[in-house]
């Protein structure tokens, strides 16, 4: 009995009308292969699932467990129904060659889209897993992906469009070339996004985490995603700024990662001193200052040498101008620096200064450059906050005043 006909004499003998029984004889048929193939996607199903299970616990890779995250098994076991449905439905309709002609397209483009899918949670799997690999970690693997599946829907799009106008898909292609220009300006971002991120990748500009600084686009934060036609980053206000690809190569921006590779975060910070403040020191003075366990050693040796240097030269003690004698901006400076030498928080392997930058309108500027250790945001403005604390305090020990604004000053 032909499957077209199952239920043809059945009807016949129920005294159904026989273009009644036509009709109903394809329904029912119709009823029972599609009956047919819900039982055949969920026997597939969970056989492949199954499958996919037992080689994810024997394997030793976590790559067969990012596939199943994907549900790649739910698209690959719809294959299977839709290879019986491609085999029977000569059978199914076969008195029906037009309708016949129709159901063979929308298979054939199902099947063009299910590849598509099955595709795409493939590189989905692959993106996951590149991640955890700690060579391609920051990698802007998410670019990639997306230019390949951008390259998968365009041959897919193709393929179907050969097959609903039956034409080659090579004569396809040629009549397409002519509009080369139209798709390069449609896709001109993504072109261009395309190819930063591959300079991104092979300078090694910028990865997933780093702390990224771009004021024209108001960005300070961290990286969270590098992909195709944008970069997000989380700022430390938790608002999230997106920044075209390309711009990170046609425009300036600044990357902190190599002070987070560093031994130490950089203090660069000055202190304004009020010029009228400064001043030789006396010898009384001087002496008073050898209480400072970080200066006594210092004062010691720097006191014999200034002495001896201007017995050398015959000048009278008193004689400031000529001879050489202590400042208290001098001494100041010299005790910041021991000061931080002296901090355990501070990295002495490390570039450590105060030096005396150009006086200006608002006094003369002191600038500490030291690194600190912990490189974590709050515990550095906390370690710099009391560095600083204890500095402004110290400048009365020095007879230096801070330079302020007048309270009745006008801007």
């Excluded at 043809?8 to 029912?28: K, W």
């Excluded at 989905?124 to 690999?133: E, L």
């Excluded at 030269?313 to 901006?329: A, F, H, P, Q």
């Excluded at 002495?348 to 200006?360: A, D």
Aim: charged letters at 20%.
């Amino acid at each position: 009995m032909e499957l077209n006909n199952l239920f043809y004499d059945l009807l016949i003998d129920l005294r159904i009308p026989e273009f009644y029984a036509e009709i109903l004889n394809l329904i029912l048929v119709s009823i029972l292969i599609f009956i047919s193939v819900f039982v055949i996607n969920y026997i597939s199903k969970k056989i492949i699932i199954n499958f996919l299970e037992q080689i994810s616990e024997r394997s030793k890779t976590d790559f067969d467990n990012f596939l199943i995250a994907n549900k790649i098994q739910i698209y690959l076991s719809r294959l299977v129904p839709l290879f019986f449905l491609y085999w029977i439905l000569p059978y199914w309709l076969k008195d029906f060659q037009a309708l016949l002609v129709y159901a063979v397209l929308v298979l054939e483009i199902y099947f063009i889209i299910l590849l598509v899918w099955i595709i795409r949670n493939f590189l989905s799997a692959c993106k996951d897993f590149f991640k955890t690999v700690d060579s391609l970690k920051g990698k802007p693997i998410e670019s990639f992906v997306q230019v390949a599946m951008i390259l998968v829907w365009f041959t897919a799009i193709i393929v179907i469009f050969s097959i609903l106008t039956g034409t080659d898909v090579g004569t396809f292609l040629t009549a397409m070339g002519a509009l080369s220009a139209v798709l390069l300006l449609i896709f001109k971002d993504t072109i261009l996004g395309f190819v930063a991120s591959i300079q991104l990748s092979s300078n090694d500009l910028i990865r997933i985490g780093d702390w990224v600084t771009m004021e024209k686009f108001g960005a300070d934060g961290d990286v969270i995603e590098i992909n195709l036609s944008s970069v997000k980053i989380q700022n430390f206000d938790k608002t999230i700024t997106t920044i075209p690809t390309y711009k990170l190569i046609s425009d300036s921006f600044k990357n902190w990662r190599g002070m987070s590779d560093s031994n130490g975060r950089r203090i660069k910070r000055a202190l304004l001193i009020k010029g009228s403040s400064i001043r030789f020191m006396k010898k009384e003075e001087v002496s008073k200052l050898t209480n400072i366990k970080l200066l006594s050693n210092y004062l010691a040796a720097t006191e014999k040498e200034i002495e001896h240097h201007n017995l050398k030269l015959d000048l009278e003690i008193d004689d400031k101008i000529n001879g050489r004698n202590l400042t208290n901006i001098g001494l100041f400076r010299k005790y910041i620096e021991e000061y931080l030498v002296a901090n355990e928080l501070i990295n002495n392997n490390m570039t450590i200064m105060c030096r005396q930058l150009t006086p200006t309108s608002q006094g003369v500027p002191l600038e500490i450059y030291a690194f600190v250790s912990d490189k974590e945001w709050k515990n550095y403005e906390n370690i710099v906050s009391n560095i600083f604390d204890h500095l402004l305090a110290s400048l009365k020990t020095f007879d230096l005043e801070l330079f302020e604004l007048p309270s009745n000053f006008k801007v």
